[in-house]
């Protein structure tokens, strides 16, 4: 039996942390929940009082906030060598776009998508700044490659190439080639087919 619990469902950001399930290899149990009554209710607000998912227990540990589920568990199970080890200057670069894509990127995309203005000469006052300018930062962070911390993948590049492939599919990012080429590359792993396929197979099942 295993110790790790997650809480998901297929069409949410439940998949990002799927996928870094698989990454890391560790036996897991998956509750599926139906948006409405099953994430409201009494017994899953004890679990994130959001209401929201992806949640994730692990042993005596509760995680929500998919970021940080994919921090826990790289740190958890450091064998996967899904982060860079303590005295490697990579590690900084991991910590800084695990952060910018959950914060900057998430935030400038969401306010292009919902066509949110931010005031002439007030863009000092949001963390992206500008649309244009995040996406500017992240593909010079990106062209070195092949992954955003150099050589390592890493549980950055979950995070960060989930957030892309999501942006490209449905139009809320630029479809510069060095974006989907690196979403392209991260794709073709195996741990990320698996967990579409995970995902895919409950919609399928789920609908019949």
């Known amino acids: 039996m295993s110790d790790i619990v997650f809480y998901t469902n297929p069409q949410s950001r439940g998949r990002v942390a799927h996928w870094m399930l698989e990454e890391v290899g560790a036996p897991y149990k998956t509750v599926w929940l139906e948006f409405g009554p099953a994430m409201k209710s009494a017994d899953y607000l004890a679990v994130n009082p959001m209401g929201k998912v992806p949640a994730l227990r692990h042993g005596g540990a509760l995680l929500t906030e998919t970021a940080a589920i994919c921090a826990y568990l790289a740190d958890r199970f450091p064998e996967r060598g899904l982060l860079p080890a303590a005295n490697d200057p990579a590690r900084a670069a991991y910590f800084r776009w695990l952060f910018f894509a959950a914060g900057p990127l998430e935030l400038a995309v969401t306010a292009r998508a919902l066509d949110w203005q931010v005031p002439d000469g007030k863009s000092g006052f949001v963390g992206f700044g500008s649309y244009g300018q995040t996406l ?4 010079h962070a990106l062209q070195p490659g092949p992954y955003v911390c150099g050589e390592q993948f890493t549980a950055a590049d979950v995070y ?3 957030q892309l492939g999501w942006g490209l599919q449905f139009g809320t990012i630029e479809k510069r080639p060095c974006f989907a080429a690196y979403v392209e590359r991260l794709h073709e792993r195996p741990a990320a087919r698996r967990a579409d396929w ?8 789920a609908g019949a």
């Open 136 to 139: 500017d930062v992240l593909e």
């Open 160 to 162: 960060l190439g989930s």
């Open 198 to 205: 995970l995902n895919e197979e409950h919609l399928q099942n």
